[in-house]
């Protein structure tokens, strides 16, 4: 659009500046926070999908023997499961803040205007939870305590 | 199609199909909020319970869980996660599934996506409604006192 419509080398005063490019007004799903916050709901939602089939097997163990939950309930103390276990944390954490936010987007009419705010507002909650898990979760797994 | 089929112009959109049909899309999207909601309290204090205090992963084993499950307050807990939670994620990757996937492929995998659901809901339910906290070695004096009474 701006492209097209070069202005000559020194304009009348009367010719407006071109707009600048902008995306479409009222936008939420394309391009910037509306986008990215989209993906990254789908990409965790996924991914805890996964992890719960696997979770609710790895629980059925209990009504085995208590050899058996032991046996496998010790995998999740290895470092590299801790490590997965802070990922999974955090993806829960973001997939959960976002979902509220999404709530908040579709139930209230200030919702749509302040979705990035709330999505800045995410992140920043997010970040204060994981600061609040994972030293201590790091020291479980490394410290053994 | 015979021409008495064709609405009168101007007719509102779908006015033609029976109103107040149960319209399951509607429901799965108030079922995807309403249940986000309250995986917000569950799951957040699962893991908290779980992970953080009493809990933490080094100390997880069977007798953490039957100490825990010996209180029914927890079995009704992990049979609402275990059913707003799945639930919510099949009917999650339902909707990846209609995106992202075309033709025979998309049945194989709506039916094999609903059938790990259903078993797996019949599973943990079975797991959580019959587990016996007795079965097992345990220091835990609570635990050891309920046994010995039965
Ligand atoms: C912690 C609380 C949670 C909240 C607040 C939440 C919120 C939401 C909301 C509101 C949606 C609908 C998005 C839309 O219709 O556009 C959604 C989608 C989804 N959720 Fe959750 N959710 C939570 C937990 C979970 C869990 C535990 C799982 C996995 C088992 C999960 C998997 C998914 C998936 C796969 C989708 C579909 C994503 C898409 O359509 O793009 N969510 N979530
Ligand atoms: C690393 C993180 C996690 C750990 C260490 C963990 C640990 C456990 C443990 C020890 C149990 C046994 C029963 C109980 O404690 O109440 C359990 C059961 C369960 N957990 Fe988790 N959990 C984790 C994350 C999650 C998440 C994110 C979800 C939901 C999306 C979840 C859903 C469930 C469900 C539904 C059950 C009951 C399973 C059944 O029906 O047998 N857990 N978990």
């Known amino acids: ?145 | 199609m015979s021409t008495e089929n064709i609405a009168a112009p101007r007719s509102p959109y779908l006015s033609h199909r029976k109103r107040n049909r149960f319209n399951i899309e509607k429901w799965g999207w108030i079922y995807m909020r309403v249940s986000g909601v309250l995986l917000v309290v569950l799951i957040f204090g699962h893991l908290f319970y779980n992970l953080i205090f009493p809990g933490k992963v080094s100390i997880l084993d069977w007798a953490f869980v039957a100490g825990k499950l010996a209180n029914p307050i927890w079995i009704v807990w992990d049979l609402l996660l275990l059913w707003l939670a799945l639930i919510h994620g099949a009917n999650g990757m339902r909707t990846l599934i209609n995106d992202y996937a075309h033709g025979r492929f998309r049945t194989v995998l709506l039916w094999a996506l609903g059938a790990t659901t259903a078993v797996l809901l019949v599973m943990g339910t079975l797991v959580l409604t019959t587990f016996d906290p007795c079965l097992g070695d345990t220091d835990n004096a609570e635990l050891i006192k309920i046994c010995a009474a039965q």
């Not at chain 1, 005063?13 to 789908?42: D, N």
């Not at chain 1, 209990?62 to 290895?78: F, L």
């Not at chain 1, 979902?99 to 908040?104: F, K, Q, S």
Request: net charge positive; with cysteine.
């Open chain 1, 1 to 145: 659009m701006t492209s097209q419509a070069a202005p000559p080398e020194s304009p009348p005063a009367s010719v407006p500046e071109p707009r600048k490019r902008r995306l479409p007004a009222g936008t939420l799903y394309r391009g910037r926070e509306g986008m990215w916050s989209w993906v990254l709901h789908r990409i965790t939602g996924t991914a805890i999908f996964f992890f719960l089939l696997v979770h609710i097997l790895d629980t059925s163990l209990i009504r085995i023997s208590p050899e058996a939950y032991d046996a496998v309930i010790g995998t999740y103390k290895t470092p590299i499961m801790g490590l997965g276990e802070v990922a999974l944390v955090a993806a829960i954490g973001l997939h959960a803040l976002n979902g509220l936010r999404i709530i908040c987007i579709d139930m209230f009419s200030w919702g749509p205007k302040a979705q990035r705010v709330m999505f800045w507002v995410a992140i920043g909650l997010w970040i204060v939870l994981l600061i609040g898990f994972v030293p201590r979760h790091l020291m479980h797994v490394f410290g053994g305590e």
